[in-house]
């Protein structure tokens, strides 16, 4: 892309909508080359750009800031540094020129959050609106606090120094809580870090016997797979094979149950009570799991995990029992992958992968948040 060429296009007051796009692009093109700005980006001042447009716009900017820093020979912070207070200039003309209120934040913002972490050194580099930092999940994760005006922080984030991917949240008053870092990052990667963490502490002890059709992976004489290829035998492949069954038994501390029987016999779940007063129940599914009595009346329980909540639900009076089966069939078919998000959340991050297994560190978690022992569930 040229930025000279688009420099020397003449804007009308209507500017079409296809030559828009081109100017913002070489604008930003400009931007991270270090070029000018042609006078031609700052006729559009002319145009109208209400912000309904504002979110394409910055899209137009980003590719063009993009495809400048890949063609430049060094892509370090400085130079990311000049681009973004280069985009911050024209924008802000650009606003005043228009009197478009608002619209330098909004584009800048965007484009900033758009930017690939392999074109910009981020870690550590605040620009424009956003800041960005290097957050490794298995230390503590601690609050952020930002500079002055920052409205985005972007972290790329490690497990064991090896790169997982970003997350980014809006900041808050200054600063972005733990809990909220600490629930991007499961909510983006709690799939993977769970494999690395069974890698650490599951994985290793399982065995693998040779048949007709490939491996079949075995837990304690258990079959979890068969028909593996030896590249599926590989901790990160035989993660997506047997990693969800591995995850029931760990967090309901069944190392010798098979998938299927976890979801048998689930107790159907009411959209609504019935209404009245129901007695309240709570049940932590790293505790104890015994049948539920409804003969008295109908009861509302809320489920949890490492104290977390998950979902309430009332269960109608009944003259038997509810099993236990019946609740844990029903608690996995409704919650889901959610169960592994909260389970990650509450037990891996922010701690190192080698050490207790899952169950007894959610037990863990559970008790630090002060919870009583669940009511009327004998284990």
């Known amino acids: 892309m040229s930025a000279n060429r688009i420099s020397l296009a003449r804007a009308t007051p209507h500017t079409p909508p296809s030559l828009r796009h081109e100017v913002f692009r070489a604008a930003g093109y400009a931007a991270a080359t270090g070029d000018a700005i042609g006078p031609a980006c700052l006729q559009l001042a002319d145009d109208p750009l209400p912000p309904a447009c504002w979110m394409v716009l910055a899209l137009d900017l980003s590719e063009g800031l993009e495809e400048g820093m890949r063609g430049r020979a060094s892509r370090s912070a400085q130079a990311w540094t000049s681009a973004a207070r280069a985009l911050l200039?024209?924008?802000?003309?650009?606003?005043s020129q228009r009197g478009a209120c608002g619209m330098t934040r909004a584009i800048a913002t965007e484009v900033e959050r758009s930017i690939p972490a392999e074109v910009v050194p981020w870690s550590g580099l605040t620009a424009g609106f956003v800041q960005a930092i290097r957050l490794e999940a298995t230390r503590t994760i601690e609050g952020v606090a930002v500079a002055q005006g920052i409205e985005i922080l972007r972290a790329i984030v490690t497990v064991e120094g090896c790169a997982l991917g970003e997350i980014a949240r809006p900041v808050?008053?200054?600063l972005v809580a733990r809990e909220v870092v600490a629930d991007a990052i499961a909510a983006q990667f709690a799939w993977p870090l769970l494999g690395r963490f069974f890698a650490r502490t599951i994985y290793p002890d399982l065995d693998f016997q040779e048949q007709g059709n490939g491996f079949a992976c075995l837990r304690d004489g258990l079959r979890l797979a068969s028909g593996l290829t030896l590249e599926d035998c590989a901790f990160a492949e035989l993660h997506d094979r047997v990693g969800w069954t591995v995850f029931l038994q760990e967090i309901w501390g069944l190392p010798d149950w098979?998938?299927?029987?976890?979801?048998?016999?689930?107790?159907?779940i009411p959209a609504s009570g019935i209404g009245g007063t129901p007695k309240r129940m709570r049940l932590e599914i790293a505790g104890s799991l015994g049948n539920l009595d409804t003969r008295a009346g109908e009861v509302e329980l809320s489920v949890t995990l490492g104290g977390a909540g998950l979902l309430s639900f009332r269960v109608p009076a009944r003259r038997r029992a509810v099993t236990a089966q019946q609740l844990r069939a029903a608690i996995i078919r409704k919650c889901g992958t959610e169960l592994c998000r909260v389970a990650v959340r509450e037990g891996i991050v922010g701690r190192l992968l080698s050490g207790p297994p899952l169950r007894a560190r959610l037990a863990a978690a559970a008790a630090q948040r002060g919870d009583e022992p669940i009511v009327g569930l004998n284990g």
Do not use: P, Y
Not at 89 to 95: C, P, R, S, V
Not at 258 to 268: I, N, Q
């Open 172 to 174: 808050c008053d200054g």
């Open 89 to 95: 200039a024209f924008l802000t003309d650009l606003e």
């Open 258 to 268: 098979s998938e299927d029987r976890f979801t048998k016999g689930a107790l159907e």
